[in-house]
Every structure is written in structure tokens, then in C-alpha cells.
């Protein structure tokens, strides 16, 4: 109890941020500066800030383990002699209390100010411990991988997915034609591009109108119902009503893409809606792509499923951005990592795949709980849409079963059609 | 009108969104990879993607201005020989028919995907032309500098604020005792710290209870109402109800943190706020520091003031983080550069901040319709707060009369005093 009556519901939890820094001060006054900006700190002590307030407020740094120096440019405004610059993952301890288990107010302390601090040369946050309270706030995917495959009717084997192409300039015809196409290939999954929103050529509830009757007759006559991810991300005020036009159309599925309207933006989303959120991380290699500065997937990812995505893009090998393979398959690993008993996220990969990856994928990641879309792989495989569906759902099982890819090859006609086009350098 | 029948709203209006890229592919191709990703592109041509689609929708390259190299380690999985890396500015034109004049949409093809192009070693988006349609759908501030100086009653000089100190850890008991000494020191504008969320141990409906009767004492005594921002950060759902409390308790501002709850969510809280909102920068430098990748703070704020930002946070100069004067200034320049007719906003200038500083700004800025927050400045005045608001407001003063800094030194007791403390290798 405070000295003037209010209770004060201090716990033992907190939360712990992992960072790595380069600095050109002592590593262990560059961990101390990050803790005090984050934390109780100015840089003098003033009145009121007494030990007991330090002591029960304060950030403490937990470790500071020295790495290789990365050699790279330090970031501009940072001070101190470039000879004396030193590479360190630090893990900092931040009280619960302190912000509570509120995603922003989090992202305040563990990300705030620090990465304008002058004496960081480099400045990454790149994972996060997080406590229980979090789940209990934040209910994380509704659906996820056992929701999905219950709305695609595919309890097993990699879920086969496709995006719209071209990704805008599609009249509402046109693209009922692209979606019939899609359905009859047998695609589990139809994405709307990221740039798809809901500009004047093509409205979302156009794109509804067009899209909702072929699926929904195409479901009447085989009894499978693909799932098409309506991209709803728009000003948040917008968000529950292209939801609920989506649904009331009979989809079963809306795509948002988290950095543009917000993780807050998700999560709001999250309490809304009553179907899978397809979470799409456009604008994430602003934060991700830098070794210098930023927020590694394996951090954001976390709150992004606390925050409610049940599908989350991950990129997947040998695809056309920046990524190696090594961080890609660290990505899908973070996504189906547990997080505080929330249900599971569903690892999106797309980005240049196509049939002939499922092997190495699934040497890589041992299960088929994913969402792989092709978009060139399906929609331009040499024997149309059909043999691209055909040649990825081949491999996937081939692989899923211990076959290698040359037994998949031998086997399959669309798998070594896909091939010819694009594999020569990869097979 | 298209050939399906619905009619298709063309309008010659587009964005145009400005780079600066390195790359070791030629310019002129690496310009036409950007805009193709970010519009009509595949790598390949598909089925649909006719040269009408392609005249309409893709996104032109404007201009390629070669920059000199950098001289930076280029970003992470970027392609080419490093010997052929140049630099350039491009400019990207959008058709605003691609989306529309949506905020988050409009990200998705300025700033999506295109930050993971292997074909760019570095990626900024350094500034966006836009045009009326987004004002017409979004409202920009809605107090602006009119506003807020009509609120404190400061119709002229510069507005001279300050932040709790300690940032976290005051009970609600002694947080009232530091509104009262900063009340009676003089202050127009005072803040909650950023990392002050509503965490269990000094929760907002608490800071509320203890620092509203204060500032409506003070204003019965005195006939000035202290404007006091308090900080509303949290999940999006709460920030109706987190405004309402301080509303219905007299209070005359809200901060927010615009990057935790997201650019949207900003633009959410101002459809329904009646208060200025504070707009807090915290995890800007995520975003802008690196001159390698990310967004530029000129292109951000054009979208933090579309999206409501009455105040917006620019540091000042010597301010302990790690832009430069220059930067600084230029950040308050773009502030205050009108913005398709939208009220003005308030550069808010902090960090390091004390009244030896005023005379400097002013000459670069020419202006003082500005908010002027400093922490050690006016708490840590060897005098008292009193002492640090005067040293302040006389500084400006003096500044705004076209008088030199030895001048106010010559005439201001509190400003020397202050000068003995901050200013000697400053003054």
C-alpha cells in the first residue's frame, strides 16, 4: 500500500527484451543507458526519484554476452571512437508494472526511444520473453492451423494456395473468371494481393459480389469450399464493415496487413471477427531487414499472434526477396513455436515457391501445418492452373511421406512440368 | 466503363512518392523493379495482364537523380557486384485509383513489399506528394496551433511545457504534488512520459483523479488552465473510453503514441476525440534513423497530421538523441509546411531542451507558435521549477524581439542561473 491509500498490485512478473547492440562505449554502460532511457532514467536523478522508486521500477540487465563485431556502418549519430566499437546481445528485465500487459504500452518500454540513443551504434530488438498475463488479455489466433483445415476440408497435408494475379487491374469479371479457374485447380486458398485494397476500380464489396457466388457454387457442386482471404485492411473505422461484408457474402476468410493498420489494428480487429484473420506483414522488412537497426521477426511475430493472426507470412525457401533460407525456415519455426497456450498460427510461405521446394521444406520444418502459396507456380505453370495445383499437392504428399524429390519427379507428370519451367536451377 | 459493365471512376490523380535507393543493378532498372512490385508487377507476364491493364495501373518512374555513394555496408541479401553500387533519388508515380485515398493502403504500394527487394542495397522513402483526396476523407489536426493556444491561453510567444519527472514510479499522491510545484512555476503544456501507459501500478483513471482537481484549482486561482496531455496509449478499444475519462474530468488534451497504436489507430482516436492530440514519436527511430533503410520522418508526418496529430514531436536542437541540428530543424521545417489546406500542427520540441537554446531556434525557425518541453530544464532549474519556466519564457521572449542571447543572459537572473547549469559549453 502507497503512502496515500492507493494499492498498489505489484507482482513478480516481467518481461524479457533481447537486443543486440553495437556500441562504442563499454557494452555494460550501453546496456545500463538503454535500461535507465527505457525505465526510471534521466540521466541526473531528481527529486523524488528515490531508491525505493529505482529498485522496484528500474530495468536490470540481465546479461551481456559479447558477438563478433558485424563490421558494418554505425548508425548516423552515434558517438564514441569507431576502434573501440563492440557487438553484444543483452537481455534486459522490464517490471510487468511498469506498463502491464497492454501490447502498446509494452512496445513503449522494450522499443520506445531506444533506437534514437546516441551511444548505439546498433540497435535491434530481437526477442521477447513475455508472462502469462499476456494470454489473458490478448486471445490470440481464434482459428489457426486445426480452424483452417476444418474450413478448407483439409485435415492433412500442406494447405495449396494461390493469389490473385495480376495483383490489381482486374475487372470484378475478369477476376470471377481468375477465381472459377482457381477453383476448379483445386486450390485450398485464394489471396487477394497486399496492394489489392479498396480503391475505385475495384471495391472490396465489388470484389465480394464477383467472388462470393463462384465459390459458393462451386462448393454446391464438388462440396469443397476454398477459402478466399478478401484483403479488408483499411482505416480501422472501416474494418468491422468490410469484415462483415466479407462474411455476410459467405467468406471465410479477410486479410489485413498488420504494419498498415497497426498490430493495435489487428488486435482489433481480432475482437470482431468471426472468421480466420490471413496476416499478411507488408512493410515488414522496414523493421526486419536491417542487421543494424529494428525489430526481428522473432519478436514481432509474437506480438502478432498475440494479437490474433491466425495465418502469418513467414517467406518460404528460394524465394524472390532478400531472406536466406536459413532465416526463412527460423521464421516458420518462430510462428509454430507455442506462445502462452494460444493457438497455433499457420506459417504462410509463398514468394517464388512452387512444387519443387517441398522437400527441402519439409526436411527443414517436419510438418505439413502450413499455407504455401504459388502465385507464378499455379497460375503460370505450363499446363495451367489445374497441373500447378496438381504438381504442388503432389510433392507436398511425396514429401510429407519420406520420398525424395526425384521419387516425387518420377512420379509425377505436373511435378516434372513444373520443372522444365521452373526448376533446372533448383532440382 | 469496363467491359463487364460496372463503371470504373478514373481520375488523373496520383502520389508521388520519392526514394532514395542504392543498387548494383543499373538505375533505371532497379526504378522499374520498384514500381512494378509495388503495382502491376510479376517478374513475368500473366494471362489478363494486358498493355490497357499496364497503362492504367502500373506505377512510372518519374525521375532518376544519381546521388553520391554512400560509402554504407549495403542492406542484408542485396544482389550485384558491390563495385557497381550507385545511389539515387527516384521519384515513383502512383495512380491514386490503385487504391484509393486510403492511409493504409496507400502504405501498402509507397512502402509494402518494396523494402525486401534484394535488387535494392538500400531503401528509403524519403518524402510523398499527395493530393486533395486524402483530404477530403481525412480531417487532419482539429486544433492545431489556434487551438491549443486558445486552450492555454498563450495567444502569443512560444508555448512553454514540461514531462513528470521521474517518468514512472510516482504515486498518484506524489504525482500531484509535482502537477502543483509545475503549476505554480508557470507552465502551459505539461506531459505524461511515454512509458507512462496504465499499468497496475499508477493506472490512468488514478493519474486522472489525482492531477485534474490541481489543474482546475490553479484555474480557479488564477484564470489559467495548465493544459495537461495525459497518455491514452493502449489497445485501440480503450482509447475511447481512455479519452472519455479525461474529458469528463476537465482534462484538455490526450497523448497517444502514434507508432504503438499505429498510424490507423491515431487516425481512430481522431474521429472521436474533442481534445488536441498529443502525438508522441516514440519508435520513430525504428523507422528513420538508418540512412540505409525505412521511412524518413518528412514522408511520416505528412501522415501523422492527415491522420489527426495536433502536436507532433520533431527533439530540439542538442537534444540527446542522435539527430543532428540540422535534422531537427528540418523535421520542424516540415511541420509547420502547409499540408492540403489541414490545420497547422504544433512541432513539439524536447529532449535536452532549456531557455539557452531558444535564441538558436528561433533564428532557423523563425516562429514560436511552437511547444517547447523541457524536463531537466525546468525540474532540474538550480532554482525550481518556477525559476526553469521563466528562464524559459524570457529566453523566447527575448529571442522573438530580435534580441541576442547575451542579451537575455544580461537581463534574466533565472536564464544565467540556468546557464551555469546547462549552458556553458553551449552559450
Redesign the interface.
Given at each position: 500500500m502507497?503512502?496515500?491509500g492507493?494499492v498498489?498490485?505489484?507482482?513478480a512478473e516481467h518481461v524479457i527484451a533481447t537486443y543486440e547492440i553495437e556500441t562504442s562505449v563499454p557494452l555494460a554502460q550501453a546496456a545500463e543507458v538503454l535500461a535507465g532511457e527505457?525505465?526510471?532514467?534521466?540521466?541526473?536523478r531528481?527529486?523524488?526519484?528515490s531508491d525505493d522508486?529505482?529498485a522496484?521500477?528500474a530495468a536490470q540487465v540481465e546479461s551481456v554476452e559479447e558477438l563478433p563485431a558485424s563490421?558494418?556502418?554505425p548508425?548516423?549519430?552515434?558517438v564514441g571512437d569507431p576502434a573501440d566499437r563492440r557487438r553484444a546481445r543483452l537481455r534486459i528485465r522490464f517490471p510487468?508494472?511498469?506498463?502491464?500487459p497492454?501490447?502498446?504500452?509494452l512496445?513503449?518500454?522494450v522499443?520506445?526511444?531506444?533506437?534514437?540513443?546516441?551511444e548505439l551504434a546498433a540497435i535491434r530488438l530481437v526477442d521477447l520473453d513475455l508472462p502469462p498475463a499476456f494470454a489473458l488479455r490478448y486471445s490470440g489466433p481464434q482459428f489457426g492451423v486445426e480452424g483452417t483445415r476444418r474450413l478448407v476440408d483439409r485435415p492433412d497435408g500442406a494447405m495449396i494456395g494461390t493469389i490473385i494475379?495480376?495483383?490489381?487491374?482486374?475487372?470484378?469479371?475478369?477476376l470471377a473468371d481468375?477465381v472459377q479457374e482457381l477453383c476448379d485447380a483445386g486450390t485450398d486458398f485464394i489471396k487477394d494481393d497486399?496492394?489489392q485494397?479498396?480503391?475505385?476500380?475495384a471495391p472490396l464489396a465489388?470484389r465480394v459480389k464477383a467472388v462470393m457466388p463462384v465459390i459458393e457454387r462451386h462448393a454446391d457442386r464438388t462440396g469443397h469450399k476454398p477459402m478466399y482471404a478478401f484483403n479488408i485492411?483499411?482505416?480501422?473505422?472501416r474494418l468491422e464493415a468490410n469484415h462483415d461484408l466479407v462474411v455476410a457474402a459467405g467468406g471465410t476468410c479477410v486479410m489485413a496487413?498488420i504494419?498498415?493498420?497497426?498490430?493495435?489494428?489487428l488486435?482489433?480487429l481480432r475482437?470482431r471477427s468471426v472468421v480466420p484473420i490471413h496476416g499478411h506483414r507488408?512493410?515488414?522488412?522496414?523493421?526486419g531487414?536491417?542487421?543494424?537497426?529494428?525489430?526481428a521477426f522473432q519478436a514481432w511475430q509474437k506480438i502478432a499472434r498475440l494479437s490474433g493472426a491466425d495465418h502469418l507470412h513467414t517467406n518460404g525457401i528460394s524465394n524472390?526477396?532478400?531472406?536466406?533460407d536459413a532465416e526463412v525456415l527460423a521464421s516458420i519455426a518462430a510462428v509454430r513455436t507455442p506462445l502462452l497456450g494460444l493457438n497455433s498460427t499457420v506459417p504462410v510461405l509463398s514468394s517464388g515457391q512452387w512444387g519443387g521446394l517441398a522437400h527441402a521444406t519439409y526436411a527443414a520444418v517436419g510438418t505439413t501445418d502450413l499455407l504455401v502459396l504459388a502465385?507464378?507456380g499455379i497460375?503460370?505453370h505450363p499446363d495451367g492452373a489445374r497441373a500447378g495445383v496438381e504438381s504442388m499437392r503432389t510433392a507436398w504428399s511425396s514429401a510429407a511421406r519420406g520420398e525424395t524429390l526425384e521419387d516425387a519427379l518420377a512420379s509425377s507428370e505436373p511435378l516434372r512440368r513444373a520443372a522444365e519451367l521452373f526448376g533446372p536451377a533448383r532440382v
Open positions: 502507497a503512502a496515500d492507493v498498489i498490485a505489484m507482482t527505457q525505465s526510471t532514467g534521466t540521466f541526473v531528481v527529486e523524488r526519484e522508486v529505482r522496484r521500477f563490421g558494418f556502418a548508425l548516423p549519430g552515434s510487468l508494472d511498469n506498463f502491464g497492454s501490447l502498446p504500452n512496445l513503449a518500454a522499443a520506445g526511444n531506444l533506437f534514437e540513443i546516441k494475379k495480376p495483383s490489381i487491374g482486374l475487372s470484378p469479371g475478369d481468375v497486399e496492394l485494397g479498396n480503391g475505385p476500380t465489388e485492411t483499411d482505416d480501422i473505422d496487413c504494419n498498415l493498420i497497426g498490430l493495435a489494428g488486435e482489433y475482437r507488408a512493410m515488414f522488412g522496414a523493421l531487414r536491417s542487421s543494424q537497426i529494428g525489430i524472390k526477396f532478400y531472406e536466406t502465385g507464378g497460375h503460370g
